[in-house]
């Protein structure tokens, strides 16, 4: 179709090589890289969550990127809000290349998002608290006796999903599920867009992770966790949770040495990336996918 506006999604693990390869498209066709990743929302991390540098974003123009205070909460609904004001913003012919890890966002693109009320950071947590202490079998009979379609829908009962489930219900008094069947179409619906997942080989992401940690801690990575323990933020906030703060914050307080620290972080990230692997697996089995470089294979 003469006119079509073009997207270009490309979704995979941390550490895959997303984001040169989205940089490399942008800066070839003239187009907008725009931030498909929670934790990349964020100001004060950019070093911590990998986030493009200032060399990067002077060389291409960068969306969204930083953009969203540690002190606040960034739902996937405010993304997506976020997102149809870019749309509304942008020249027709420039294309767009979406790039991240964050599963939920991509759907958002393709799908459609259940536009769900945001819930009451105090309710969350009192959810959260609720549950703590529950083994997966409790958790999903809980979430049985709240949501019991939401409840059949789930293979594992997770505790950010049941979370998620039982508070929508208390506050609102629907289940999660009837917001689920009401959503909205994609995002991109009527784009001509290309879809693809990053999926290096397993031993080359493990490489990558391990080197990508060391780095991040000489180029930037502790300055940025004191900077953010300075403000001193509830713990629960999501910035607080990237994959090294924790284990910084520990070696700046002499839990663990250096070496521990970073040997901990790798680790969470290992387990992050499988995670996202899982996801884009489960949802995204029909994108094309692609190798380090963009190869394809």
Known sequence: MTGQRRAVLIAGPTASGKSALA?????????IVVNADAMQVYD???????????????????????TVPAAQRFSTGQWVRAVEDLLLGI??????????????YFDALTNGFADVPEISTALTLEVQQEIQALDEPRRMALLAAEDPETARRLKVADPQRVTRAIAVKRATGRPLSGF???????????????????SPDRDVLRERIARRFEAMFASGAVEEVEALRALDLDPSLPAM?????????????????????????TIATHQYAKRQRTWFRNRMGD????GLGGAPL
């Open 23 to 31: 940089l490399a498209r942008a800066r070839e066709r003239g187009g």
């Open 44 to 66: 004060t991390l950019r070093v911590v969550t990998a986030r493009p540098g200032p060399e990067d974003e002077a060389s291409a123009e960068h969306r969204l990127y930083g």
């Open 91 to 104: 020249e027709p012919e420039r294309e767009l290349i979406f790039v991240g890890g964050t599963g939920l």
């Open 180 to 198: 689920q069947q009401a959503q909205q179409p994609g995002l991109l619906e009527g784009w001509a867009v290309e879809r693809y997942v990053l």
């Open 241 to 265: 949770k990237a994959i090294g703060v924790r284990e910084i914050s520990d070696w700046l307080d002499g839990v663990h040495s250096r070496e521990e620290a970073i040997t901990l972080a």
């Open 287 to 290: 994108w094309p996918r692609l």
